[in-house]
């Protein structure tokens, strides 16, 4: 039993033995199906905060030679899989946190040599017998011969393998030959039953070099099969707030928003864990070095990026283009690019089916917040903080307030084409941007005959609220608003809020460049 080959189980016996495991084996159900197989190569990348790790050491616990994991396993799913016992303890396992070495090296290279060193003074006091090959000082070399001696496959846990394309962004020199130890030590190799690794970015395209090109890529961009491994899902967060006896809707809104084709909620689990502990909400995401890189980010400003955070801000969506990134932290041609690199980081969601970028729950909205705040964004900022004085405006009907917070928050957001309806509904959603504390927003909700242009329903915990619709003109009136919700039946939507509900018209005139509202209680 070594740190790094054949390690212990200790990390994962860490994990269950914390106050809080939510069951992820059925990982190893995957894995146990490509073992030695043509597929057997995969990479995994997910945000920090998304079980990486713990994943690493789960399958260093079960498949380590090094240890006897059964007890650890027993009464987890994987335990009831019929591969379970034929793959359990029975392979060499190398694990590798490019981190760790890459924080004690001074260069790629000794970095690399840091690592044929720590593996040969391992496997010699395990395999005296193998001390001449060792001598010749080739790590592939060895293995080989590990494997023909002791009829014994090797299985590669590589944890935070990108680490040199974050920390060395520019030296392309370093990269490559790093991405040629990668190579020569794992492609075509014989001893290899299993190559799993783990960072933020996906690998496909390091400039031209295809180094890595075995590996199957399982990414925030597009998880398929592994979906339901990326964080927490629904019933699982269902469960703990059950448990824990804490709001499942709140929670929902804090940290869910990921979603995937065939999972269509996942929560972030550093998060929900953290919030379970404490049982307090709270951005928990600003804890980590990445949001150094939105800022960073968010303040290049591309041509285009700022138009579209402030969307994304408002509750929309955004279709990109995701094809043309380059997997790197340096080299960006646009803000799609940009916008790629941060659904990568955790800071946005993405739809693979429509293509479409958005921002995830309230954590992440947060974080965007501080970041343009960080960036100087004054207007955009002024315009959020003036939104509960719009929104207490319109619970007492004071429509001429109202007027002037639309008014004030189209002019702090002039950056946005105000040519249309549509461009009057993002502005109107960010001026009511600090609603969303009290209600679940709707764009074009199904109501009655039609769509209302904004719906919002009052959350749980805040029923004391009236429910309101919004409806939106261009170069009408606002009474012709009014008209709209009650001749379309739009207020049918509202039979659980008949004694609390207000109709709220806004109209925006090209002429005179002004605002106009009508507020209207619904009535019985």
């Not at 017998?129 to 023909?148: C, D, G, H, P, R």
């Not at 404490?278 to 591309?302: G, P, R, V």
């Not at 702090?412 to 609603?435: G, R």
Request: net charge negative; proline share 2%.
């Amino acid at each position: 039993m070594g740190d790094y080959l054949n390690p212990s189980n200790d990390g994962f016996e860490e994990s269950i033995n914390s106050k809080i495991y939510v069951d992820k084996t059925g990982l190893i159900s995957y894995t146990n199906k490509i073992i030695r197989t043509q597929q057997k190569y995969i990479c995994i990348s997910r945000p920090r905060r998304f079980g990486k790790t713990m994943a690493a050491n789960m399958l260093t616990a079960y498949y380590s030679s090094g240890c006897n994991s059964d007890g650890l396993f027993a009464g987890f799913s994987i335990s009831r899989d019929s591969s379970y016992k034929k793959h359990l303890n029975k392979y060499h396992v190398i694990f590798l946190n490019i981190q760790h070495f890459l924080s004690e090296g001074d260069n790629v290279k000794a970095m690399i040599k840091e690592i044929e060193k720590d593996i040969f003074e391992e496997a010699l006091e395990a395999h005296p017998e193998l001390a001449v090959i060792i001598s010749k000082k080739k790590l592939t070399a060895f293995l080989q011969k590990l494997y023909t001696s002791t009829k014994t496959p090797i299985i590669f846990i590589i944890d935070e393998w990108d680490c040199i394309f974050r920390e060395n962004q520019n030296d392309k020199t370093a990269q490559k030959i790093y991405l040629d130890f990668l190579r020569n030590l794992l492609k075509d190799r014989q001893y290899v039953a299993l190559a799993y690794m783990t960072g933020i970015l996906p690998i496909k395209k390091y400039g031209t070099h295809s180094a890595l090109n075995m590996f199957r890529e399982f990414s925030m961009t597009d998880p398929r099969e592994l979906a339901e491994f990326v964080g927490f899902t629904q019933n699982e967060v269902k469960g703990l707030c059950k448990v824990f006896k804490l709001n499942f809707e709140e929670m929902a809104r804090w940290y869910d928003g990921y979603y995937f084709s065939g999972l269509r909620s996942v929560y972030n689990p550093k998060s929900v864990v953290e919030a379970l502990l404490s049982k307090h909400f709270s951005d928990y995401w600003s804890q980590t070095e990445t949001f150094e890189a939105l800022s960073f980010y968010i303040k290049i400003n591309f041509n285009g990026l700022k138009d579209t955070i402030v969307e994304l801000l408002t509750g929309e969506k955004r279709r990109i283009n995701i094809s043309n990134f380059s997997n790197d932290m340096v080299t960006f041609k646009s803000y799609e690019d940009v916008l790629t690199l941060l659904i990568h980081l955790g800071y946005l969601g993405y739809e693979f089916e429509t293509q479409e970028v958005f921002i995830p729950n309230k954590e992440i909205s947060d974080e965007f917040v501080t970041a343009i705040r960080d960036a100087g964004w004054e207007e955009i900022i002024s315009a959020i903080n003036a939104s509960d004085e719009l929104l207490q405006a319109v619970w007492r009907g004071d429509s001429k307030i109202v007027e002037q917070c639309v008014e004030k928050a189209h002019n702090e957001t002039s950056i946005l084409t105000y040519n249309n309806e549509n461009a009057l509904a993002y502005v109107i959603s960010l001026a009511f941007f600090n609603a969303r504390q009290y209600y679940n927003i709707t764009r074009e909700m199904p109501a009655g005959k039609g769509f209302a242009d904004l719906v919002f329903l009052p959350r749980k915990n805040h029923m004391d609220k009236p429910a309101m619709i919004v409806e939106l003109k261009w170069d009408e009136t606002a009474t012709s608003a009014i008209e709209q919700i009650e001749n379309k039946m739009y207020a049918e939507i509202f039979r659980d809020y008949r004694d609390n509900a207000l109709l709220v018209g806004i109209n925006y005139d090209k002429g005179t460049k002004r605002h106009e509202c009508v507020i209207k209680k619904l009535l019985q």
